[in-house]
């Protein structure tokens, strides 16, 4: 997979260079380019915004150099090519669709991701309505609360789309028991020793009775679910929720 950023803070992205997604980067599993948005300025301040039409605070992005820079990134894409190479671009907003596990594996099996981090108020509307003509443009958001710009919501976005690509993470199995995988938190993990500070691991996990142990595993799921995230009861399927408030 082939992933482009523009950002005005390029450096932001270096950190890719470790843990899993930098060996990911390094056996060529995964390509990630961050690309700066004032690269695609021409006058002698390298301006990427202005003042906003109609009025009020801040300042919004031009869209002069976002047409640039996208135009590179997006090569001879067309609209008419709407396969898995072709590339999609998505830029994180608080106005955009939720990002969640099935999104990220859904983008796991796309080639190529070009991702526009926003700063100030925003990027000119004209943006994502010219791109639009080019590729599929998507606005995600991350979360219902306020960042300074896209950097730290793609950065979130490029971590869990990436652990999904077959072969990032060693043991595959460890994608299946996760948070969200099955639309239920994950149930409570315990490791050596059996007992810490007086407090001790649930008798069940050293049993070796596995279909207890699994039975239990759900069991807590449930209960964790519907304590904490009754919304993904709700959200998934009626009969997970009926289950759930068996
Ligand atoms: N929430 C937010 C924001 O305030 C600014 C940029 C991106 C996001 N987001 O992706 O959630």
């Not at 606005?139 to 072969?167: F, T």
């Not at 239990?216 to 289950?243: F, G």
């Amino acid at each position: 997979m082939r992933i482009d950023v523009v950002t005005i803070f390029p450096e932001f992205f270096d950190v890719l260079d470790i843990s899993l997604l930098g060996k990911a980067r390094q056996s060529g599993l995964l390509d990630v380019s961050a690309h700066n948005l004032r690269e695609y300025t021409h006058d002698r301040h390298r301006t990427v915004d202005d003042t906003p039409y109609g009025g009020g605070a801040g300042m919004v992005m031009k869209p002069e150099p976002w047409g640039e820079a996208i135009d590179e990134l997006l090569g001879d894409a067309t609209p008419e090519r709407a396969d898995a190479s072709a590339p999609l671009v998505i830029f994180p907003s608080p106005a955009g669709e939720v990002f969640t596990q099935k999104m990220a594996r859904e983008l796991a099996h796309r080639e190529h991701l070009i991702f526009g981090c926003g700063r100030y108020e925003g990027i000119d509307q004209r943006v994502f309505d010219h791109v639009a003509t080019r590729a599929e443009v998507r606005l995600v958001s991350i979360g219902d609360y306020v960042l300074n710009g896209g950097e730290v919501a793609v950065m979130a976005m490029i971590e869990a789309i990436g652990r999904l690509i077959p072969g990032v993470v060693g043991n595959p199995e460890s994608l299946v028991e996760e948070s969200h995988e099955d639309g239920l938190l994950e149930y409570p993990s315990y490791t050596k020793p059996a007992e810490w500070r007086g407090l001790e691991v649930p008798p069940i996990l050293l049993s070796g009775n596995h279909k207890a142990i699994d039975a239990w595993r759900r069991e807590q799921q449930l209960e964790r679910t519907r304590r904490v995230r009754p919304d993904l009861l709700r959200a998934e399927t009626p009969e997970k929720a009926e289950t759930a408030e068996a």
